[in-house]
């Protein structure tokens, strides 16, 4: 089992930012994909980013591409979000998922892949 908590969410203005943190417990080494994804009131829930987790490899969906940057701290087995010049078309309950296949690639943007998830935390970005 793997465990997911995140933090970090908050109020923010238009322009400002904000880092979430996704802290992973438990059997850490099935680990193969950790995401980030978010559901705005109304909506269907959106993949953000993506990375390996025991590499470098990243990808974004084009709606945060240039803006957000996901991050590992293998040491203290946390993934990170950092979001800069957020938009109010960013509020959203952020969610970070883990996946345990090892095939295939990183482009893991239905949630359905995903084997493990956190709580979520709320994001509000007014304008």
């Known amino acids: 089992q793997v465990q997911l908590v995140e933090s970090g969410g908050g109020l923010v203005q238009a322009g400002d930012s904000l880092s979430l943190s996704c802290a992973v417990s438990g059997r850490t080494a099935s680990i193969y994909v950790m995401g980030w994804f978010r559901q705005a009131p109304g909506k269907e829930r959106e993949f953000v980013a993506a990375?390996?987790?025991?590499?470098?490899?990243?990808y974004y969906a084009e709606s945060v591409k240039g803006r957000f940057a996901i991050s590992r701290d293998n040491a203290r087995n946390t993934v990170y979000l950092q979001m800069n010049s957020l938009k109010p078309e960013d509020t959203a309950v952020y969610y970070c998922a883990a996946d345990r296949d090892p095939s295939g690639s990183i482009r893991r943007v239905n949630g359905l892949q995903y084997d493990y998830w956190g709580q979520g935390t709320q994001v509000t970005v007014s304008s």
């Open positions: 990375m390996r987790w025991s590499g470098s490899t990243t």
